[in-house]
């Protein structure tokens, strides 16, 4: 992997100069929560939902009803082309950029077939010759983005594709608000981007009692059709499984303040880099306290959402002021834009629609961000959060963490060296959870290279 390829050339060079001495050690209420038997090193309070998710039997019911009128083995031919097409999807090229492709390419038309030395008027008329040669290079490497239509046809192909997936991303962010923030009782919810309202249904596992109002957003009235569709149950009924649920085809105007604002899985259908923070800034300034955001754990959802942090993380303004609340333990620049070509994604299970076929286990990677309004509290540890999957082997186990410094590093734990409570917790933890510890890294010079 291109991770272990940095690893092993930044190692190198920190060699030429230093070594490095890394001190670890377990988080002293943790500690004593494990010795007085008040929980186990298994579960201990950095977990976070690794169980498999999946869609409630209601939700289900409501899908099975919906599709009675399609024919089934069709949908689900058309279903998997789009999801296909939905993870290769990348940000469109912006125009700045594009102009300079133009010009590279045809600067490599030109070295390629010396015109060069040819006059101007020679030159101009043999580029008209290979214009063909050059648009078809520009194909080759400008990535053709356009919008996709969610007509009632392809809306009924994303709730099919989509919704599980979706679902359980959402349901494993929400889970470590709910967990890390016992006070957080949000009365009003902002979907921008709501599609088939998977983010209504998550947020109901953990504030069903406390919300009262869901502001859904989509630019799609088919989508708010079938969001609706589900809310009754299908076709054919006329009970309302939430009540206060609200749909819109654009952002309002009015400057209300909702307590969880999320868009997930939309930003790539905006058409430029200006449109997706000017969304960003509309749905920041209708935050009263969390913004989620997720995306694929593509390469395109990783750049997207590291462009969401750094936008908010640089607005200084004591009102709209903000820190990373998850999964970054620190507001620095992100160490794998830095130093590394791997987006930061994580791994959640889930059981796919038992549609057409028996329902399976499945993996979803998906990027995100959770950013809450004002200041990180002083008393906050910022432990280290897993970054990949714990490689665990006989008698250790090697994790790799992102730190409050902002740097990735990477720990090997044995019972002897760090003790068997700390040895046990990094065992028993995955990929997305919080490690309990602090991490003290020294560099010690070398004296011997002087």
Not at 90 to 105: A, C, D, M, Y
């Amino acid at each position: 992997m291109n991770y272990y390829k940095y690893k092993k050339r930044f190692i190198s060079l920190i060699r030429q100069f230093s070594s490095v001495k890394t001190t670890v050690k377990l988080d002293e209420n943790v500690s004593n929560d494990i010795s007085n038997s008040t929980i186990k090193p298994r579960y201990h309070p950095g977990r976070t939902l690794s169980k498999t998710i999946h869609v409630p039997n209601n939700i289900i019911g409501s899908i099975q009803n919906i599709l009675e009128d399609h024919p089934a083995k069709s949908v689900i031919e058309d279903c998997k082309i789009l999801i296909r097409y939905l993870k290769a999807r990348l940000t469109p090229v912006e125009k700045n950029h594009i102009n300079v492709i133009k010009r590279e390419v045809t600067q490599e038309i030109l070295n390629k077939y010396n015109l060069d030395t040819a006059s101007e008027e020679k030159k101009e008329k043999l580029l008209l010759g290979l214009n063909g040669k050059i648009q078809e290079r520009l194909k080759q490497k400008i990535y053709n983005w356009t919008p996709i239509q969610y007509n009632e046809y392809n809306s009924l192909l994303y709730l099919l594709g989509r919704f599980a997936p979706d679902y359980a991303a959402l349901v494993r962010v929400l889970y470590e608000i709910s967990i890390k923030d016992l006070q957080f009782k949000p009365r009003s919810l902002f979907d921008f981007g709501s599609g088939v309202g998977t983010v209504t249904w998550a947020a109901k596992n953990y504030w069903d009692k406390n919300l009262f109002e869901y502001f859904n957003v989509d630019s799609s009235a088919h989508m708010n059709d079938l969001a609706q569709l589900m809310l009754k149950g299908g076709r054919g009924t006329t009970q309302v499984n939430l009540k206060g649920v609200f749909y819109r085809q654009f952002l309002p105007a009015n400057n209300i303040a909702y307590d969880l604002v999320v868009c997930s899985y939309s930003l790539l259908e905006l058409p430029s880099r200006r449109a997706r923070l000017q969304t960003i800034l509309n749905l920041w300034n209708k935050t009263s306290q969390y913004l989620v955001v997720v995306e694929q754990g593509s390469n395109a959802g990783f750049q997207i959402v590291n462009e969401v942090r750094e936008f908010i993380l640089n607005i200084k303004d004591g009102i709209n002021q903000g820190y990373v609340f998850s999964p970054c333990p620190h507001d620095a620049s992100c160490p794998r834009i830095l130093y590394d070509d791997t987006p930061c994604n994580f791994e959640v299970s889930y059981a796919s629609l038992p549609l057409g076929a028996a329902s399976k286990i499945c993996k979803e990677r998906y990027c995100y961000i959770v950013l809450k309004k004002g200041s990180r509290n002083e008393d906050d540890p910022q432990w280290p959060r897993i970054v990949r999957e714990p490689l665990v082997r006989s008698r250790h186990t090697i994790c790799r963490l992102c730190t409050k410094e902002g740097k990735l590093d990477e720990i090997i734990f044995t019972a002897s060296k760090h003790g068997k409570v700390t040895y046990h917790c990094a065992r028993s933890s995955k990929w997305g959870d919080l490690l309990p510890i602090s991490v003290d890294i020294k560099e010690i010079k070398d004296d011997s290279t002087e």
